[in-house]
């Protein structure tokens, strides 16, 4: 579906235009009727209409907070609103917990894009043409899911700043260790955004988060690049871009002199963890070593240019754009889910889905304890072994020394802002605790003997 001529409309601050597109691309809509009305609203402001259904309502007045009012014709770009001070709507509250936090209520759940542009709103699109408008000032940001994965936060934010990340922005839900105290730590010194989502079971969590990060978090549009992933997945440049973002973005910005590169795909490094049973300390780039090729990735997006990132792995690019390897070859996205060799060229994603049988039992029972019609998170003990590994001289890929001394110069220079050092080691010392109380009525031990089969050639 081509936006363009809506945003042409659009830019034109031409009411009845753009009312005719949207009426021509959305002819289904519900409320087409007050298509004219709603793109009024956009461009010139005012009150919000009294009959707009609860999803519209939240779109218009997020597009009243972030659009100057009336727009004209010579408002190409606009600036990154602030954030907002208080909510757009009983939809998307701040925590009474803490103000650093944004809360996602279960009225959100629509916004998990699960069909595509073509089962948008008339709503939500003239919000994403709002959007489209704000113009970004920084370079590249980071997406993150998680839940009960305290004692890996500081890995994570540490391991994406040393790359040169400029923000994350972390949606969590109910967690049931204390990583939510270091969070709100981190946030409150403004190196991360944490988003606590209401989960009902009706749509997938990432899908929700992935869908607000794109049409409602206008912070992003702060940034140009945002990278999404999971907390156990760690983007690794090539070397030769010395572990910087940057350096990567420069690179492209010069094979990609038109700007029609959306996305840069980076293929798993899956690691495997040789079945070991207890959790050890360290870090998970030195704890593991080990790993084997998968042809699944994630993506790198410029978000003005992505659709959609319902399919998580790879993004939905506006027409016109494509989305490259790590080598910046051009990707074929009708084929992307079928199997081929991964290729680490010009980087990979580090994923630690193993890890050792306890940590396992832990995201094992974060899974089964979502109500879901169709619980892909809930994954059988079983599954430990048969998507594992076993070590040996032809998989191994350590960490690069010059990057793990950054990750840990990163993680000295967190621990040493107020209150950090002391949450995140609190958080290490309750593992053992959390384990039991997760695993009560289980016998580990047994069900690890129980369970334990040879790896499977899924990959």
Request: proline share 6%; charged share 25%.
């Amino acid at each position: 579906m081509d936006l363009e001529p809506a945003r042409d409309a659009f830019a034109a601050v031409d009411v009845e235009r753009l009312a005719a597109e949207l009426a021509a691309l959305f002819p289904n809509d519900p409320e087409i009727a007050h298509v004219q009305e709603y793109a009024r609203f956009t461009l010139h402001g005012g009150a919000v209409p009294a009959d707009a259904s609860p999803a519209t309502r939240i779109f218009l007045e997020h597009i009243a907070r972030i659009s100057p009012h009336p727009v004209t014709a010579d408002q190409t770009r606009w600036p990154a609103p602030a954030p907002a001070p208080a909510p757009i709507s009983a939809a998307a509250t701040v925590s009474a917990s803490r103000a650093s936090r944004r809360f996602l209520s279960r009225d959100l759940d629509f916004i998990a894009d699960l069909s595509g542009i073509e089962r948008w709103s008339i709503a939500q699109t003239l919000n994403r043409l709002a959007m489209d408008r704000i113009e970004p000032k920084k370079r590249a940001a980071v997406v993150g899911t998680m839940r009960d994965d305290g004692i890996y936060i500081m890995e994570f934010v540490a391991h994406y700043l040393a790359l040169g990340f400029e923000h994350i922005f972390i949606y969590t839900n109910d967690n049931a260790d204390s990583s939510l105290d270091l969070l709100d730590v981190l946030s409150e010194h403004g190196l991360i955004t944490v988003l606590e989502s209401e989960v009902t079971g009706k749509v997938p969590p990432e899908a929700k988060a992935f869908g607000y990060a794109l049409h409602l978090l206008d912070d992003l549009r702060d940034y140009e690049w945002a990278l999404f992933v999971d907390s156990d997945e760690f983007l690794v440049p090539a070397s030769r871009y010395q572990f910087s973002i940057d350096a990567v973005l420069d690179a492209l910005a010069r094979e990609d002199s038109q700007g029609r590169v959306a996305g840069i795909c980076y293929d798993w490094l899956w690691f495997i963890s040789d079945m070991v049973f207890e959790r050890q300390p360290g870090l998970l780039c030195e704890r593991f070593q080990h790993a084997t090729p998968h042809w699944l990735a994630k993506c790198l997006v410029r978000v003005r240019d992505v659709i959609s990132m319902r399919h998580q792995h790879y993004p939905e690019v506006a027409p016109g754009f494509t989305v490259v390897d790590s080598l910046f070859e051009p990707l074929d996205l009708s084929t992307i889910w079928e199997r081929r060799q991964a290729q680490y060229g010009g980087g990979r994603i580090n994923h630690y889905w193993p890890r050792s049988f306890e940590e396992f039992a832990i995201k094992k029972a974060r899974g089964a304890s979502l109500v879901m019609e169709d619980n892909q998170y809930d994954r059988p003990y079983e599954q430990f072994f048969s998507w594992n590994g076993h070590s040996a001289a032809d998989n191994s890929h350590p960490t690069d020394p010059e990057h793990l001394q950054k990750v840990k110069d990163q993680i000295d220079a967190l621990r040493a802002l107020p209150g950090v050092a002391a949450v995140a080691d609190r958080i290490d010392s309750e593992f053992s605790g959390f384990l039991a109380r997760v695993t009560a009525k289980q016998d580990l031990r047994a069900e690890y003997a129980r369970s334990r089969t040879e790896p499977a050639d899924f990959f």
